[in-house]
């Protein structure tokens, strides 16, 4: 029986670990560190670390906490925040993460997906894909941090995403994002049914029915979140915390 990885995502700002809520105001949760230590002895699937004031700050996540991340933990883990370089990813790479996250340098740095999935195989490459609603409701994928809009739909974006050699898609609504009442599920099946590379879903799970949901009724590849997995309880007291083998989707 096939089981989707549940994959803990954790955010860094200033080398701490934070926790937005549709990418905005970002709340102090603690230690990166610790974090990767007690998914450690939860035996969590696969990490995603992403580092959020990069992009806009025109720098790439640091080599060195990457190193500390693999050095620290034991689980396969992605990394991403201001990555726009084959020299960055061969760095990131090298530093011990097994993927890396690209987001708005998929779109705006011209032919660098398809060399990154030339040089380091197109496994090791995730396309990060931010998406909201404009005024007028239409969705559109969003790059920036979420501050600026490809105007390009989804679905679109999507396919050319997969045709230019992205490995696999992180797809997250914005205005779903830390706010732990459920995915937004049309999208991900809409996404999910369009392309044949993995989605990851994220973006609002708040329970274990909501990571079922992502893949049973998204059918999506994996499941991810970040609140989920850090809060506890109706106040979301800080507790690193994984599922419960009993409570894992399967198929």
Do not use: W
Not at 19 to 39: L, S, W
């Amino acid at each position: 029986m096939y089981r989707p990885r549940i994959i803990p995502v954790l955010l860094l700002k200033n080398k701490g670990l934070v926790k937005t809520q549709r990418f905005e105001n970002p709340r102090y949760v603690g230690d990166p560190m610790n974090a990767v230590k007690i998914f450690n002895d939860l035996h969590v699937d696969e990490l995603i670390f992403l580092d959020i004031t990069a992009t806009r700050e025109r720098r790439c996540i640091a080599p060195d906490l990457v190193k500390e991340i693999g050095d620290e933990g034991n689980m396969p883990f992605a990394a991403g925040g201001g990555i726009c370089t084959l020299l960055q990813i061969e760095k990131i790479i090298k530093a011990g993460a097994e993927k890396v996250v690209l987001n708005t340098a998929a779109f705006e740095v011209k032919n660098l997906l398809s060399d990154a999935a030339k040089a380091f195989g197109s496994s090791t490459i995730v396309v990060s894909m931010d998406v909201k609603k404009k005024f007028l409701g239409s969705q559109k994928v969003f790059v920036k941090a979420g501050t600026t809009s490809t105007n390009m739909a989804p679905v679109e974006y999507a396919k050319m995403m997969e045709q230019e050699g992205a490995g696999e898609l992180f797809l997250t609504d914005i205005q779903h994002e830390g706010c732990m009442e459920g995915y937004n599920l049309e999208l991900i099946h809409k996404i999910s049914s369009a392309v044949s590379i993995p989605v990851i879903a994220h973006g609002g799970a708040g329970n274990d029915a909501h990571l079922k949901a992502a893949i049973n009724e998204g059918h999506a590849s994996a499941a991810a979140a970040g609140s989920r997995f850090v809060y506890r309880g109706p106040h979301h007291a800080v507790l690193i915390n994984y599922i419960e083998a009993a409570d894992r989707p399967q198929f």
